[in-house]
C-alpha cells in the first residue's frame, strides 16, 4: 500500500514536466519538501523550475518542510473529485489528516505551485 504512494510520489517529477505552464510557475520556486506516507517517504526538490526526487530518510537529508500523512489521505487527495476534507493539503490538515512541518515561508511563498504539484496524480488531472 505505502509503495504505491511512494511510487506516485517518484512520478511527480515527469509529471510536472509535461505540464508547462506549472514549470514556468514554478521558475523561481526553490522549496525542498518532505512528502510521507505512514513512516516512509521521499523528497521533492523544486529547483527554479525543475522538480527532482531525493530520498527521504538518512543522515543529513534537510528539508524545508514534510507533509506527512497516512496513505488513505493521500489516495484520497489524488482522486478525480476528492472530498472537501481532502481536496488540498490545507484541507487535509484542517481535518487532522496531515501534518505540515517545518518552514512554512517557502510553503506560503510557492503555495498554490506545491498544491498544483501535489494534485498532478489525480485522475483527469
Known sequence: MTNQILATFARLPAQFASHPQ????????????????GSRGLRLRLDEGVLTCLPGQGVMQGWDLALRAEPDAWRDHWQAVPAPDAFDILGLVRHGRMRIEG????????????KDILALPRAGA
Open 22 to 37: 506549472l514549470v514556468r510557475r514554478a521558475g523561481r520556486a526553490k522549496i525542498v519538501v518532505l512528502l510521507e506516507a
Open 103 to 114: 518552514n512554512f515561508t517557502p510553503l506560503m511563498r510557492h503555495l498554490q505551485v506545491v
